[in-house]
């Protein structure tokens, strides 16, 4: 007996708290609610924190067991972390949303109170396959370590042979990348070579997220890349769009990838239909053929990179050329950096994708 997996990008709090309070959720519409509810298994991305959802009215303490709640009502078979869960506007730790999962018993990888927990796979059963997940992220600042919750880091050292490990646990492994330009509907260079390197260590189906915006694909070594599912369950009134990932295996072990479209819009996200659904998946596939094309994904991304020079030198100088020209015209030798220049300079040199952005965007002028 085989079994079809449905993998959806970020499920945003506010959806799941009118989950919660109505018994059903309006921001999900009904076809595709039929269509979800059918899968073997679901899985997504929690949007951020669980004590940060919701009615802005209403307390956050009284919010975040109502979002654990909605979450179980979309069912899924686990959610993935990534680093938004680590750092909410209300100030609260990671720690709070593992406890209201626990509660609740939602399963979640990706995430954890320490680097042990956040490493570890999540595993589950059905129709007599195994399936393994597994996350990891750039470090954002949010990485957890042997004695603080975070996210589990990028090793790239470590990566294969992880893969290659978890793997011979399962039957398929489905792996979650948070990397990549949010802004930027193709694979950088390095984050396909990190996506490239799970898939040919063993994952039958790789996901790297790149914020709302849906990206393309590829297949590499018997498996499937997406690099950017777009949008999922987002925020009220936002209009974006993306694809559910259906993921089926045959009885006899065959495996079939295939793309629904769906948009969001101000009554929620629904299956995307006729010329909509046309132009959604055609723009996703001719994306897709282009990264195939030798030596696109590095000179498109040196063209993107060219293009964000100024705001990379911006946050370098952790000032801006308002406040430069200032130093000059007055002999001020030292510039005063603020706590908000600090973590954004820190973020660009801790992050792989920004660093990668950064070196490029700088090597035009450098040579």
């Not at 709070?96 to 990888?109: D, E, M, N, R, V």
């Not at 470590?158 to 039957?171: A, K, M, V």
């Not at 030292?334 to 954004?344: F, G, K, N």
């Amino acid at each position: 007996m085989g079994l079809q997996i449905l993998v959806g990008a970020d499920a945003a709090p506010a959806a799941a708290v009118t989950e919660a309070t109505q018994g059903k959720a309006p921001a999900m519409g009904e076809s595709l609610r039929t269509v979800w509810e059918s899968a073997g298994a679901r899985l997504f991305s929690l949007d951020c924190a669980l004590g940060t959802c919701g009615n802005e009215q209403t307390q956050a303490g009284e919010t975040a067991p109502l979002c654990a709640q909605g979450v179980l009502r979309l069912k899924p078979a686990a959610v993935s972390l990534f680093c938004r869960n680590a750092q909410n506007t209300d100030g609260e730790r990671l720690g709070g949303t593992l406890a209201l999962l626990k509660t609740a018993g939602i399963p979640y990888f990706g995430a954890g109170a320490d680097l042990d927990e956040a490493e570890k796979p999540y595993y589950f059963a059905k129709n007599n396959l195994r399936i393994g997940v597994y996350a990891l992220s750039e470090h954002s600042g949010c990485a957890a370590t042997e004695r603080s919750a975070g996210t589990n880091p990028l090793d790239l050292v470590e990566l294969g042979d992880r893969i290659r490990e978890l793997r011979g646990s399962c039957d398929r492994l489905i792996v979650f990348y948070n990397g990549g330009s949010e802004a930027y509907p193709y694979p950088s260079p390095d984050a396909q070579k990190v996506c490239r390197k799970a898939a040919e260590c063993g994952a039958s189906l790789v996901l790297s997220r790149q914020g709302d915006l849906l990206g393309c694909y590829e297949k590499w070594d018997n498996a499937t890349i997406v690099y950017g599912l777009g949008a999922f369950l987002g925020a009220e009134n936002a209009e974006h769009e993306g694809v559910l990932v259906q993921y089926e295996i045959g009885d006899y072990g065959t495996e079939h990838v295939s793309f629904l479209p769906v948009e969001t819009g101000e009554n929620g996200t629904e299956l995307a239909t006729g010329k909509r659904a046309e132009q959604i998946l055609e723009a996703f596939e001719t994306r897709s053929r282009r990264i195939r094309v030798q030596g696109f994904v590095e000179a498109r991304f040196r063209a993107y990179a060219a293009a964000n020079r100024e705001r990379i030198l911006h946050v370098l100088s952790g000032n801006g050329s308002g406040r430069r020209a200032v130093d000059a015209l007055t002999g001020k030798s030292d510039q005063t950096y603020s706590r908000e220049d600090i973590q954004a300079l820190l973020g660009a040199l801790e992050s792989e994708s920004a660093r990668e952005l950064l070196a490029e965007g700088l090597r035009h002028d450098a040579i």
